[in-house]
């Protein structure tokens, strides 16, 4: 079982839609991450959160929006998406910004129609 | 910068065989290495991980030595079984470039036959 929680699991979303991913953990962890995976292809980094706070953006389109209400909780709100954009989300998180290992949770599947 | 390279797949073994995944790696400062696995329809599992050199990392039969003269950090199972079925990727997290990034290897791809 994994200790990150990404919900929904699966999401459909029309280009006009406005939705929103969420990822909880609880191991008390100061860094919380969004990354993007293709199929067939490594996880892809978004953004990072570091106590709360963005440290690091990936240049990732405005249509992509993140937020950290609380050291638990990580969303990303999507608004007008791209077909291209379809593709799994996933959430993790680690000790702090350092070389401890990130936990992941299982991820949001997203299809852009 | 950094990288990781790990061996192309897809790999398929029958079941009770040996198992190796090369992966080698650069990076500018003192990496800890890890593997995740990715079951399908899943997200990423840590396998296991090694902080520094010689460090041996072993979980659920996998084991990896983390080997600083040839930057290699090969994962290795003595049998594997049909559940093992999975894309494996080699990574690191690296204190040089100050933002401690992970940066994955392409993954590779294990499938296991009865």
């Known amino acids: 079982d994994t200790e990150v929680t990404q919900t929904p699991k699966h999401l459909v979303m029309g280009m006009t839609n406005k939705k929103s991913l969420k990822c909880e953990q609880h191991m008390g962890h100061r860094a919380m991450y969004w990354y993007k995976q293709k199929a067939k292809k490594p996880p892809e980094l978004m953004f990072v959160y570091s106590y709360e706070k963005l ?8 249509r992509f929006s993140p937020e950290c209400p609380n050291s638990s909780l990580l969303n990303l709100h999507l608004h007008a998406l791209q077909p291209e954009d379809s593709a799994l989300y996933l959430c993790a998180s680690s000790q702090s910004q350092d070389n401890s290992p990130l936990h992941f949770g299982n991820g949001t599947r997203l299809t852009v129609t | ?13 029958s079941e009770e065989a040996f198992l190796t995944i090369n992966c080698t790696y650069t990076a500018t400062g003192y990496p800890s ?31 990896a030595t983390y080997r600083k003269e040839t930057t290699s950090f090969h994962l290795e199972k003595g049998s594997v079984q049909v559940s093992d079925s999975a894309v494996y990727f080699c990574a690191l997290r690296d204190s040089g470039a100050g933002s401690y990034q992970l940066t994955f290897g392409k993954g590779t791809k294990l499938s296991v036959i009865p």
Do not use: C, H, R
């Open chain 1, 55 to 62: 440290s690091i953006n990936e240049s990732v389109p405005s």
């Open chain 2, 1 to 13: 910068g950094n990288s990781v390279t790990q061996m192309e797949g897809p790999v398929t073994l």
């Open chain 2, 33 to 63: 290495l890890f593997w995740y696995v990715q079951y399908p329809g899943e997200g990423l599992q840590l396998l296991l991980k090694a902080t520094k050199a010689d460090d041996k990392g072993s979980n659920k039969g996998f084991e």
